[in-house]
């Protein structure tokens, strides 16, 4: 099981003493005790290489792993595509979608990833903007009010004071007018149209296993954090429902031909046209993608949009306000999008042929397995998989560094601000979802043929500056994480899951059957610490492995002047690295467990009544009575006892360690991402399991820590009543910067808060330690 890649010019390691050749030393033969004890050994002795190894000075010729060749970055392909909305969300077969811009967020790094503090830092787009030709700036209420509340329900509008503005090199855009603070609500958007799978009401998670491990331990012990927080076995963290469908870009188009227009919504979609058109020459001008138009579409188009001015707010409610569009449901995702395009050339209502239109829905359309788990639960309702177009929604540009995160729940889409933006700032969303936590070449290549753009928001441009031998370096590192490391992960992961279930099943028939079937219980389970004992060595391997390249990784990033945020942006981009280790640590937490659940090969051995007798003895009789051999095993033992639990703690401490770098780095660059809360809720979890397991006021403040980053997640995201990181919101609705003094808008406000009200805190978490309930239930 060994992996036989090693860094170049390194000792070898201690621990590799305690593994004779490839095989692990925690075979039956050993008793108890000795297993215990170079199991201690082995972990506590592992190399901690991660300041220690030297860093190749630049130059130096960037293959200092040995390790396979592997395809570069830029032949790798993806298995997923990139959504505009920032999300872990991924369903089996949602990548098969024809849609390229729809799909999983799934990294490409690893089979299954998992879903970052939100530190993340302003975008500093604030590129040079000029008012929109296209904008309508009338409404805009410059003493930083919110812009007009266009519908019958109250609901759907610019909640902020932002503006769209032609952006040099990116069309339109939109900008703040003032300074944005992270959850705050800046828009209620309604879809010009939508179409839904069918209802989902079962959310699965494919973390069972992992989960049950949790549900057996907890009856034994307190609960392990590897389990209560866990990335999970094969890293999936999704609470996405299973069964989600696959829509298809062109069940879209036959809903915008479906639809009956008003001139309105041509209109609108006239003006979602002409961004499909104009040129882009930001960097390397890449050629668009739109579709060339007839002149009498083209000319029908114009005058549909020309001399009409919309703003931000016209596109906020298409529909004017309630649902006055049927919502699709998916028989007609069925069709091709080539069937839908080619079987059809007819000019639409809006002057626009189905070309066009399917130009418009690949530019602007926005879908995902499943919309807002978390909302859907919180207010009863059942998830559906969805692609609709949010014309709104579709004014906002990208950066990898977004300052604020889209929401989609039933056929409403909220979007927040999730890191500060100045005024005058661009609001950017991010179009790559989890591929956003890569590194510059692969995000470039996705953005360039996906959305046929080059990106240079700043942290593109802060990563454009790493030499390229260290890119190179980095980009193997990655490699070497992702096609050796992960892998080998995986087989541990399943390893685990079988001794667990072994593990299960006998202490199952121990309690069940007499005196035999205890004996043979026993014996499982002690086959099941052994089982678990056996995958430590890859573990190691693997956690040596990482070790190394992350001190490569962190003493050339130290090489390069940064500023702060630079650097958590490029650690960000090696957050598949970041998630190894995680990954790696939890696992040995959970294998280190497994393999010390019993205690010792003289218990295995022992009958039934012999065990009764001894476990009696050691509880009850007062040391000073037994006779001395026995004092002396008794004390053994609670030696024994003391050292492992040490080991737990300080494994346990690794694993929080890991996975409070990852949610930081999902901070930085996806701050109020599905992904983002789902990792700061197992953070909160596994901190709240250290504590039961380890008190101690170092437990204590990494659990008070935890909630806090929990809440300022949740608050990004959904917004929080009260939240304490989010003074100045009252019902996730700003009230601080508007002019209360107006008194339409004070009362505009006031209205918006009965049906924004964002949940509180406890209602948010109350819906967490459900799903985590559910990822219980077998
Ligand atoms: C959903 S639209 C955004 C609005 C668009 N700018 C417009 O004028 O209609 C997506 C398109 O905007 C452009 N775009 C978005 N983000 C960009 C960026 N960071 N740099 C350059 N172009 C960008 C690309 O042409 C992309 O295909």
């Known amino acids: 099981m060994h992996s036989t890649q090693r860094m170049a010019g390194h000792p070898a390691i201690p621990w590799e003493t305690c593994c004779h050749g490839n095989k692990p030393v925690f075979a039956s033969q050993h008793g108890g005790r000795t297993r215990k004890a170079v199991l201690a050994s082995a972990v506590f002795h592992s190399p901690r290489p991660i300041s220690g190894d030297r860093a190749p000075v630049l130059g130096r010729p960037a293959m200092a792993l040995q390790m396979p060749r592997v395809a570069s970055l ?30 999983s967020g799934t990294a490409p790094y690893h089979s299954n990833t998992s879903p970052n503090s939100t530190s993340g830092g302003p975008d500093g787009c604030t590129a040079d903007v000029s008012t929109s030709s296209h904008g309508n700036n009338n409404t805009f209420n410059s003493a930083g009010g919110y812009n007009r509340i266009n519908n019958n329900t109250g609901r759907r509008g610019s909640l902020a004071p932002l503006r769209l503005v032609d952006i040099p090199g990116k069309g339109r855009g939109v900008v703040a007018t003032r300074k944005l603070s992270p959850g705050e609500l800046l828009l209620v958007c309604g879809p010009l149209a939508l179409v839904q799978g069918p209802a989902q009401t079962m959310v699965q998670v494919p973390q069972q296993q992992s989960a049950k491990v949790g ?16 990335i999970g076995p094969d890293g999936v963290t999704s609470w996405v429902p299973k069964a ?34 104009e040129p882009v020459s930001t960097g390397r001008p890449t050629p668009r993608r739109g579709v060339p138009a007839t002149a009498a579409a083209e000319a029908e188009a114009a005058d549909n949009a020309g001399g009409v001015v919309l703003d931000l707010t016209d596109l906020t409610d ?78 906002l540009n990208h950066s990898c560094a977004p300052n604020a995160v889209a929401v989609v729940s039933g056929s409403e889409l909220f979007i927040r601000c999730c890191a500060p933006v100045p005024a005058g700032g661009e609001v950017c969303i991010t179009y790559s979802g989890a591929l956003g936590l890569g590194p510059l070449p692969l995000r470039r290549a996705l953005l360039e043929r996906n959305h046929r753009f080059r990106c240079m928001c700043p942290r593109c441009m802060a990563e454009e500056r790493v030499p390229r031998e260290l890119a190179q370096l980095w980009s193997d590192i990655m490699m070497l994480a992702s096609q050796q490391l992960q892998p080998q992960l995986v087989a541990a992961a399943a390893a685990l899951r079988v001794s667990s279930r072994n593990g ?3 202490s199952k028939s121990g309690n069940a059957g007499g005196p035999s079937s205890a004996t043979s219980g026993q014996t499982t389970t002690a086959a099941s610490a052994t089982a678990a004992a056996a995958v430590l060595p890859s ?3 693997v956690r040596g492995q990482v070790a190394k390249c992350f001190g490569l990784f962190e003493e050339t990033l130290g090489q390069l002047s940064l500023s702060p945020q630079e650097a958590l942006w490029l650690q960000a981009s090696m957050y598949p690295l970041y998630e190894t280790r995680a990954r790696c640590a939890q696992l040995i937490t959970t294998a280190v467990s497994g393999a010390t659940s019993v205690s010792g090969v003289s218990e295995e051995t022992r009958s039934p009544e012999q065990h009764q007798t001894h476990v009696q003895q050691l509880e009850l009789a007062d040391p000073g009575e037994l006779p001395p051999q026995q004092q002396v095993q008794v004390q053994q033992q609670e030696q024994q006892q003391e050292d492992i639990n040490e080991l737990e703690r300080r494994l346990s401490e690794e694993y929080l360690d890991a996975l409070s770098l990852c949610l930081r780095l999902q901070g930085a660059a996806n701050a109020g991402s599905d992904m983002h809360v789902q990792l700061a809720a197992r953070y909160d979890a596994a901190c709240a399991a250290h504590v039961a397991r380890h008190p101690g006021p170092r437990a ?56 924004l009200t964002a949940p509180s805190l406890e209602e948010l978490v109350a819906v967490l330690d459900e799903l985590r309930r559910q990822q219980l239930q077998p």
């Not at 009856?219 to 866990?230: D, E, I, L, W």
Request: charged share 20%; aromatic share 6%.
């Open 504 to 506: 299960n099943g006998s």
């Open 215 to 230: 549900a057996r331990r907890t009856q034994q012990r307190p609960t392990s954090v590897a389990n209560a927080g866990a």
């Open 700 to 755: 204590r403040q990494l659990a008070m820590d935890a909630r806090q980053r929990l809440e300022r997640a949740l608050g990004t995201r959904y917004g929080i009543e009260g939240g304490s990181q989010f003074e100045g919101t009252s019902g996730g609705v700003r009230t601080e910067g508007f002019d209360t003094s107006d008194p339409p808008m004070a009362e505009e406000a006031e209205a918006l808060k009965a049906p």
């Open 539 to 541: 573990l190691l391997d």
């Open 318 to 395: 298409p529909w004017d306000g309630g649902d006055p569009f049927a919502i699709a449901t998916t028989p007609s995702a069925a069709v091709s999008t080539r069937q839908a395009v080619t079987g059809t050339s007819l000019t639409h209502r809006s002057g626009l042929m189905a070309e066009q239109l399917a130009a418009v829905v690949r530019l602007n359309a926005t879908g995902l397995p499943s919309d807002d788990v978390l909302l859907a639960k919180l207010y009863g309702r059942p998830n559906h998989s969805f692609i609709g177009l949010w014309p709104a929604h579709a004014m």
């Open 244 to 277: 989600a469908a696959s829509i298809s870009e062109a069940a879209l188009v036959s809903e915008l031909q479906r639809l009956e227009w008003s001139p309105r919504q041509a209109q609108i979609l006239a003006f979602l046209y002409r961004g499909v058109q």
């Open 74 to 103: 830029r032949r790798h392909k993806p298995r997923s595509y990139p959504c505009q909305i920032a999300t872990a969300a991924a369903a089996p077969g949602f990548g098969d979608s024809l849609n390229p811009r729809l799909g």
